[in-house]
Antibody, heavy 124, light 108 residues
Framework: QVQLVQSGAEVKKPGASVKVSCKAS????????MHWVRQAPGQGLEWMGR????????NYAQKFQGRVTMTRDTSISTAYMELSRLRSDDTAVYYC?????????????????WGRGTLVTVSS | DIQMTQSPSSLSASVGDRVTITCRAS??????LNWYQQKPGKAPKLLIY???SLQSGVPSRFSGSGSGTDFTLTISSLQPEDFATYYC??????????FGPGTKVDIK
């Protein structure tokens, strides 16, 4: 079954770090970029960055540069997103999402597979 | 960076209504535009990719159109399960900063 399974909810104190995992199954993990998207309570979707699971190369949204680190472990088909120096406004559901490139024509891509999300609560 | 806007931010409609949501890019993105539906407590679900291609399994009452900077998502006959929030997402530039702010569709 093609799916992304994320780690469980976390509660962290301001200033701490959190590491969320996303385990892929049912497809070749190294064949698709993995993105991370977050959603604060009652807010829209916010793109954080992506990782190439094959090379480990990353692209981060400017907003998170210096605070976010995306890594992967190909031996267990798992991607990780670590966010440091947490603040209360980092409270959100964090999603991993697979980038799929359409087969025909120009390189149209989209998010075709999503994890169920991991709630990270930052509170003193 | 490319900025995405959506209008309206919310709308109220009845079952059976035709609903149209607009997405605009700050510069031309050709047809690199996707649409997602999100229900409360759930992950987003892809509806339309490449501006007008219907994702497999998505009902045909959903359609997308447009190119360049202006795009439209249309629901031809709104069903009870369609009450949700809809997001556009551009895939033209990388890193993408891709999502529009969303349009919430609720029951009139």
């Amino acid at each position: 079954q093609v799916q992304l399974v994320q780690s469980g909810a976390e509660v962290k104190k301001p200033g701490a770090s959190v590491k969320v995992s996303c385990k892929a199954s049912g497809y070749t993990f190294t064949g698709y970029y993995m993105h991370w998207v977050r959603q604060a309570p009652g807010q829209g979707l916010e793109w954080m960055g992506r990782i190439n699971p094959n090379s480990g190369g990353t692209n981060y949204a400017q907003k998170f540069q210096g605070r976010v680190t995306m890594t992967r472990d190909t031996s267990i088909s798992t991607a990780y997103m670590e966010l440091s120096r947490l603040r209360s406004d980092d409270t959100a559901v964090y999603y991993c999402a697979r980038e799929f490139i359409a087969a025909a024509g120009p390189s149209y891509w989209y998010f075709d597979l999503w994890g169920r999300g991991t709630l990270v609560t930052v509170s003193s | 960076d490319i900025q995405m806007t959506q209008s309206p931010s919310s709308l109220s409609a009845s079952v059976g209504d035709r609903v149209t949501i607009t997405c605009r890019a700050s510069q031309s993105i050709s047809s690199y535009l996707n649409w997602y539906q999100q229900k409360p407590g759930k992950a987003p679900k892809l509806l339309i990719y490449a501006a007008s291609s219907l994702q497999s399994g998505v009902p045909s009452r959903f359609s997308g159109s447009g190119s360049g900077t202006d795009f439209t998502l249309t629901i031809s006959s709104l069903q009870p399960e369609d009450f949700a929030t809809y997001y556009c997402q551009q895939s033209y530039s990388t890193p993408p900063d891709p999502f529009g702010p969303g349009t919430k569709v609720d029951i009139k």
